[in-house]
T-cell receptor, first 119, second 117 residues
Framework: GAVVSQHPSWVICKSGTSVKIECRSL??????MFWYRQFPKQSLMLMAT?????????EQGVEKDKFLINHASLTLSTLTVTSAHPEDSSFYIC???????????????FGEGSRLTVL | AQSVTQLDSQVPVFEEAPVELRCNYS??????LFWYVQYPNQGLQLLLK??????LVKGINGFEAEFNKSQTSFHLRKPSVHISDTAEYFC???????????????FGTGTQLKVEL
């Protein structure tokens, strides 16, 4: 199946710094990518929908100035956690939608996740 | 808007025993249903999905699920589990792409399957 890669897998940063997480679709083009946040032993909460070449659509309650999303190309979306604080510590997962050229309904593929720890 | 309920947060089961993980959903429009598995500190892997057609869906690793529209359920089953099936399982729902759902998934809270010897 298609592969979605996230980098870094683990990141530890000091409070007040910014952290960038990359999400790449390695063997397909993804016009839409999704960013999720997962707290320990909880479900995934959709943060935002990232569309190539346009502004991201954020879910209610997600601070767009805090979580900057850029989808500059069909294979790369980035999530930047600005001025990170300990409460931003979490597991961030991206997914990318693959649409087959021959039509069909497409499928979502998930990255391996990025664990952010803010000290 | 859709919602997903996974009533069982943890399901312990002995190896080679059958297992059923329950999932109920609510939606005012037609939906697609998914089951994902997550191993520790990893992303999600699709087990199976229901889009249309046969209500019994077979997935990877010997798992299957049955879509029951009248009961709004999509329970996951495996006739004989293995130690390696120990993981977190998430049920998810999305609006159908025909209605513009676009793969925006709503996840349940997850069920931790623990297979014991």
């Amino acid at each position: 199946g298609a592969v979605v890669s996230q980098h870094p897998s683990w990141v530890i940063c000091k409070s007040g710094t910014s952290v960038k997480i990359e999400c790449r679709s390695l063997d397909f083009q993804a016009t839409t990518m999704f960013w999720y946040r997962q707290f320990p032993k909880q479900s995934l909460m959709l943060m935002a929908t990232s569309n190539e070449g346009s502004k991201a659509t954020y879910e209610q309650g997600v601070e767009k100035d805090k979580f900057l999303i850029n989808h500059a190309s069909l294979t790369l979306s980035t999530l930047t956690v600005t001025s990170a604080h300990p409460e931003d510590s979490s597991f961030y997962i991206c997914s990318a939608r693959w649409l087959p050229q021959a039509g069909g309904t497409g499928e979502l593929f998930f990255g391996e996740g990025s664990r952010l720890t803010v000290l | 808007a859709q919602s997903v309920t996974q009533l069982d947060s943890q399901v312990p089961v002995f190896e080679e025993a059958p297992v059923e993980l329950r999932c109920n959903y609510s939606s005012s429009v037609s939906v697609y249903l998914f089951w994902y598995v997550q191993y520790p500190n990893q992303g999600l892997q699709l087990l199976l999905k229901y889009l249309s057609g046969s209500t019994l869906v077979k997935g990877i690793n010997g798992f299957e699920a049955e879509f029951n529209k009248s009961q709004t359920s999509f329970h996951l089953r495996k006739p004989s589990v293995h130690i390696s099936d120990t993981a977190e399982y998430f049920c998810a729902v999305s609006e159908s792409w025909v209605t513009g759902g676009g793969n925006k998934l709503t996840f349940g809270t997850g069920t931790q399957l623990k297979v014991e010897l």
